[in-house]
């Protein structure tokens, strides 16, 4: 097939990217009103299946299972003890050891998550009647002729000192958290009183509290390891080595906590001021890289607090910027006139858009930015959600989750607050938001729906030095793309909306992937890229219903067709493996495919331009063999890796493995692909996270 660059007509990039002159900052350094802000000692953990073959390194939180997992710890003491057979002075002893023990145990377990002073508590009281117990059996471990001779009272002497060390780890744990409870209301909040340094204030008690509690975990870990468990019957040795597992667990955490706090101090502004780039992302207008950045955020943290914030419309830089720089890809003159701020999250891996984003930002004027982050229409309407509606006093109604981005999208294309400052209604919004996403009550509630949207790709973040960057990694908050391995399959389908329209929301996409193998192993792919433009006459009537409402009576054609009535025209990237030949292309495509090498990713990609209008659907069908083959000899694994796209909603994924000539000997993730007729076997999912799957094979 003969591939060239195709051109979109003139007609189609009127709107496209002509910079518009909008100088306009808005100062939220107003006061803020002081809250103080709850704080869980031990957070829930979501546990889930990774379903990949080559994860990242994999991350250890601490939860509410940690307290549970030191429980089992004590617990066994309890079932050791139950099980010995001492000598006569021992059984005299056995009850008040026995009570002693379980009061220590009972201790533990009445610890609350967040009630730290009850916990400190219930820790202190623990450490003491594990004491006790100790020192009922003191006489007979100091005694070398029946210690020699009964390796259980050793062994019994080794769990209760671990015990001892494991409460006392607790209360000296609890105690560092209430230094950050009674600091974490001031965390982030503007410091208009000139109060101390949080950093400090954490770091003392880091110090003072949590480095001893380390050491006091190490000492429980070499008990434990010294406990002769081979003597133990087979449902106590059992219970140890589980304890064991959890202690190792527990001391890597702390490990991590203790390699990474400097680090973590560091990004809150520690020894140097740090500036952060919050991106306002609208993922109606899809860009590869997430959503169109309309505005962003420049945020200075110093000590823990926030020394000021100012709101940034795109165009305040790219507006006034008149160098040209060459894109790194032809398709960005598909969306403007001229590269910019506007446009340089151009790569679906974060780090590199970031980059980019970052070096823009100073080429135009701006300052210096040591980190970069991503949020987009989703996270915030699923944060508006959790928090409750908004109150916008300008507007005279309260913001949802379901009519924020009308509203706002309505004010803002329509210019309502005038034309050289469109968007001051962020003015309002952007505080509004903060102050109760920073309210006690709703702090778990945000905490899980950032960690939620990371993972799903409507929030990321990005630091130039590499150890922040680990952090964010290391929290699975980074963004970059997973690379596959030679002889892996990938498959990443993005898009960049064309033409202005915020039409992307409207869109419900279904991808189809093929793959047929041969007896000799031969690979080959079909795509088929199924969608949908669902803007119909009742959305249509609850936008009016909504606005109406509001007293926005008049809408203006362009507006209409901006909020969804216009045509969907997107610029589709399909990413494969490096050196994959495209064998067919048919289907709603508009020109030619192009074949194009990202030299970013070190991945090839298919570009096209697919139209969709309100109300229709459109399919485009992709042919291509892979660069590599399965070796048969006697058996190959095949496997597959999906990513998602930034800020991409919508969609559904599906996979089909076709080897009528083969053996089927597993797949991966177990259980979860059906086969159907002429040996197909299918696998289905919504495509909202990174997908890895396959299977092994043989003649």
Not at 328 to 352: F, H, K, M, Q
Not at 433 to 460: C, G, M, R, T
Not at 615 to 639: I, K, N
Request: with cysteine; aromatic share 10%.
């Amino acid at each position: 097939m003969t591939q060239r660059q195709i051109k979109i007509p003139a007609r189609e990039i009127e709107k496209g990217g002509e910079p518009q002159t909008s100088p306009y900052t808005i100062s939220l350094n107003q006061p803020a009103k002081k809250i103080k802000k709850s704080f869980d000692v031990i957070a829930p953990v979501e546990e889930e299946l990774e379903t990949r073959i080559l994860p990242r390194e994999s991350k250890k939180l601490f939860g509410k299972n940690e307290l549970l997992r030191m429980s089992i710890i004590a617990i066994t003491v309890v079932f050791v003890l139950n099980s010995l057979q001492m000598y006569s002075r021992v059984i005299e002893t056995k009850s008040a050891v026995m009570s002693a023990a379980y009061a220590g145990v009972e201790s533990i377990m009445g610890v609350s998550p967040t009630d730290t002073s009850g916990s400190q508590q219930a820790f202190e009281m623990a450490s003491y009647q594990f004491d006790i117990a100790g020192d009922l059996i003191w006489y007979l471990t100091d005694n070398a002729d029946i210690s020699a001779s009964n390796k259980y009272i050793e062994t019994a002497d080794s769990l209760l000192s671990a015990g001892t060390a494991i409460s006392s780890a607790g209360e000296l744990f609890t105690k560092f958290a209430k230094d950050v409870q009674s600091a974490s209301g001031d965390v982030l909040q503007e410091n208009t009183e000139k109060k101390p340094s949080l950093t400090e204030t954490l770091k003392n008690s880091f110090d003072t509290y949590l480095t001893p509690a380390f050491n006091e975990l190490k000492t429980a870990q070499f008990y434990l390891d010294s406990a002769d468990i081979d003597i133990l019957p087979a449902e106590y040795s059992e219970k140890v080595e589980l304890s064991k597992e959890y202690l190792d667990e527990l001391n890597i955490f702390f490990e991590e906590i203790y390699e990474n706090f400097p680090t973590i101090m560091a990004l809150l502004g520690d020894e140097y001021p740090q500036k952060y780039m919050i991106l306002l992302e609208n993922n109606s207008e899809l860009r590869p890289g997430g959503g169109f950045i309309g505005s962003f955020i420049l945020l200075d943290v110093n000590d823990g607090y926030i020394d000021s914030m100012t709101f940034h419309d795109i165009y305040e830089f790219d507006g006034s910027f008149n160098e040209y720089i060459e894109p790194p890809v032809e398709e960005i003159s598909y969306l403007t006139c001229c590269w910019g701020l506007r446009d340089s999250n151009y790569s679906p891996d974060y780090a590199v858009s970031s980059e980019k984003v970052a070096w823009f930002l100073e080429k135009e004027g701006g300052p210096t930015v040591d980190h970069v982050l991503m949020v987009d229409l989703t996270l915030v309407k699923d944060l508006i959600d959790a928090i409750g509606p908004i109150k916008i006093d300008s507007i005279g109604t309260e913001l949802t989750g379901e009519n924020f981005e009308l509203i706002l999208s309505y004010i803002v294309e329509s210019k309502l607050m005038g034309e050289a400052n469109p968007k001051s209604i962020l003015e309002e919004i952007i505080p509004a938001v903060k102050s109760a996403v920073l309210d006690p009550s709703n702090i778990n509630n945000f905490i899980s729906i950032l960690l939620e949207n990371a993972k799903s790709k409507h929030f990321a973040a990005y630091s130039k030095n590499e150890d922040m960057q680990n952090i964010w990694r290391n929290l699975n908050l980074d963004g970059e793309l997973y690379m596959p391995g030679v002889e892996d399959d990938y498959l990443l389908v993005t898009e960049s909306g064309i033409g202005g329209n915020k039409t992307d929301s409207f869109i419900d996409q279904e991808i189809k992937h093929q793959t047929l193998i041969s007896r000799e192993g031969a690979l080959l792919d079909k795509l088929t890229i199924s969608r949908e433009h669902t803007f119909d006459s009742n959305m249509q009537n609850w936008q009016y219903a909504t606005l109406s409402a509001l007293g926005f009576s008049e809408i203006t054609d362009e507006v209409k067709s901006i909020l969804g009535q216009g045509d969907n025209v997107a610029g589709m990237r399909v990413y494969v493996p490096k050196g994959s030949v495209l064998e067919s292309a048919n289907g709603d495509i508009e020109g030619e495919v192009t074949t194009i090498y990202d030299e970013d990713l070190g991945l090839d990609y298919f570009y096209f331009v697919i139209r969709t209008k309100a109300g229709e659907a459109t399919e485009v069908e992709l042919t291509y063999s892979l660069p590599f083959a399965l070796t048969m000899d006697p058996a190959d694994d095949y496997f597959l890796y999906v990513e998602k796209q930034p800020g991409m909603d919508n969609t559904i994924f599906k996979k089909e493995i076709v080897a009528p000539n083969l053996n089927a000997n597993a797949f991966y993730p177990e259980g979860e692909f059906t086969e159907g007729e002429d040996l197909v076997y299918q696998y289905q999912a919504e495509l909202d996270r990174p997908l890895h799957l396959g299977g092994v094979f043989s003649n």
